[in-house]
């Protein structure tokens, strides 16, 4: 595609309900990464692949988020029994080449709302 | 861990002038990259520049041009000429050349206002 694409765009859920955010990178790139954006602040790094192998998973905050890239291209970040405090915009980037210099190109993100 | 550090949460320039947004960072890295990201309204993440640790020469991009100052951890951003549609918050980024080298870190931003 284009760009990187992200959807749903919005998601309301309740608390203690699944959630599950999806990016479609741009194609060919080798790298995806996964990073939240709580309001006035900026990114934080949550997990990247590099094709199907998850690289780093650091910034996950607890073992209720997970992220897969199975076949090396869409990536699902899901968020189990969600929390008030989950509530932010998921963004997802993607990079042609993995580390370096590469310019990591963000989609338009998911802004998640937990009520 | 490296951080990125943003001290001017806004920051005002009218149309036409320059205004320089400041960045500082902290690492115990030799080699490594610095980015600036636009954020408009739209809340789109776009990537202004970029600069390489090992490069000396500041690098530019038309009215954008940083003041990369090594020694000191310091990477501002200058914008020249400015333009309605430079208004957005601007985020400074720090990514590592080895370890968990694709990571981003950013600073907290600063919001720019630009007046007529």
């Known amino acids: 595609g284009a760009g990187v694409s992200q959807s749903p765009r919005y998601k309301v859920t309740k608390r203690g309900q699944d959630v599950a955010l999806r990016c479609d990178p741009i194609s060919g790139h080798v790298s995806l990464y996964w990073y939240r954006q709580a309001l006035g602040q900026g990114p934080e790094f949550l997990t990247y692949f590099n094709y199907e192998a998850q690289q780093d998973k650091s910034g996950l905050p607890n073992d209720r988020f997970s992220a897969e890239r199975p076949e090396g291209s869409i990536s699902t970040l899901t968020i189990q029994r969600t929390e008030q405090r989950d509530s932010a915009m998921y963004r997802c980037?993607?990079?042609?080449?993995?580390?370096?210099?590469?310019?990591?190109?963000f989609g338009p993100g998911t802004r998640l709302l937990v009520l | 861990a490296q951080t990125v550090t943003q001290s001017q949460p806004e920051m005002s320039v009218q149309e036409a002038e320059t205004v320089t947004l400041s960045c500082t960072y902290d690492t115990s890295e030799s080699d490594y990259y610095l980015f600036w990201y636009k954020q408009p309204p739209s809340r789109q993440m776009i990537l202004v520049i970029r600069q390489e640790a090992y490069k000396q020469q500041n690098a530019t991009e038309n009215r954008f041009s940083v003041n990369f100052q090594k020694a000191a951890k310091s990477f501002s951003l200058k914008i020249s000429d400015s333009q309605l549609g430079d208004a957005a918050m601007y985020f400074c980024?720090?990514?590592?050349?080895?370890?968990?080298?694709?990571?981003?870190?950013f600073g907290t931003g600063t919001r720019l206002q630009v007046t007529l």
């Open positions: 980024a720090y990514r590592a050349l080895t370890g968990t080298a694709s990571k981003l870190t």
């Open positions: 980037a993607s990079s042609l080449l993995a580390g370096g210099p590469e310019t990591q190109y």
